[in-house]
Nanobody
């Protein structure tokens, strides 16, 4: 059974940075488009950023120019570098496979996610 594990979240002040990681077991990530999603308190899960197998990237407008998605196929890991964080970025962040754009249904079970809290 494929498993995705997100890590790297935490508490950061506005304007700060965090780097999230998504590690996979039981699935070779190099074969898939991948994406990061987030769910803020009281909100539905939303697309944040996606990356194709050939490293074409897509971003939600709210994070464009602040977040950078990348992948390390050799280590079966995907990353999300988050800079200039804002309080509205506070959410649980998830990764999944099979999509690199919004309005696409990912194919793996959701992991536990990693909490990102932006607050002074």
């Amino acid at each position: 059974q494929a498993q995705l594990v997100e890590s790297g979240g935490g508490l950061v002040q506005p304007g700060g940075s965090l780097r999230l990681s998504c590690a996979a077991s039981g699935r070779r990530l190099s074969m898939y488009d991948m994406a990061w999603y987030r769910r803020a308190p009281g909100e539905q899960r939303e697309f944040v950023a996606g990356i194709t197998t050939v490293r074409t990237t897509n971003y939600a407008g709210s994070v464009k120019d602040r977040f950078t998605i990348s992948r390390d196929n050799a280590n079966n890991t995907m990353y999300l570098q988050m800079n200039s964080l804002k309080p509205e970025d506070t959410a649980v962040y998830f990764c999944n496979v099979g999509c690199s754009i919004p309005k696409c249904r990912p194919i793996s079970s959701w992991g536990q996610g990693t909490q990102v809290t932006v607050s002074s």
